[in-house]
């Protein structure tokens, strides 16, 4: 038996005591130190090692601390200078952008332009169209409407607005020319 473990009397008397809470508490206790002592001593291996591979490599590291010490030194001599031209290239910087926003502007003026004339042309030619197809359709529904009822004189007296097809629907010959396009 080890001497951690306890013996069935042992145990059968900690639990019959008046004292059996407070034999748990150190009971415990003892199990935690002893978890603690052995990560303890796994965690200082490991530092050791790690301590010993920092100091193997110590004349690099030193060596690429200088480089760096000395890299912070030049700049923060050059860091005046650097301030000091810091309006002018800022100044450069704004003008190109303002020459870029300008350019982009013009482009998208230009565009907009653009597309809004090809908008209208395609609009004043389904208008026309329209026209001209609503104008046949009517002169060519006014004959068959004659044979089917009394005869509209619409066609010969006014035609279709600017603004579409008139309200009498298709012709009942077919399409128009609108759809033919």
Known sequence: MSPKETSAESRKSALESDYAA???????????????????AETQQKASKRLTELQSKRPELSQQAK????????????????????????KARIAELQKQANDLLAQATT?????AGRGK??????????????????????????????????SDQEGPSEEGPSEEGPSEEGPSEEGQS
Request: charged share 25%.
């Open 111 to 115: 565009t907009y332009g653009d597309f």
């Open 22 to 40: 407070l034999y748990a508490v150190a009971g415990l206790t003892d199990a935690l130190a002893e978890a603690l002592k052995g990560a303890l």
């Open 67 to 90: 480089a760096s010490a000395e890299e912070l030194r030049t700049f923060v001599i050059t860091l005046p200078e650097q301030f000091k031209q810091l309006p002018e290239a800022t």
């Open 121 to 154: 042309q395609a609009v004043d030619e389904v208008r026309k169209s329209a026209h001209d197809g609503s104008t046949k359709a009517t002169r060519t529904v006014t004959p068959r409407s004659s044979e089917n009822g009394p005869e509209r004189q619409d």
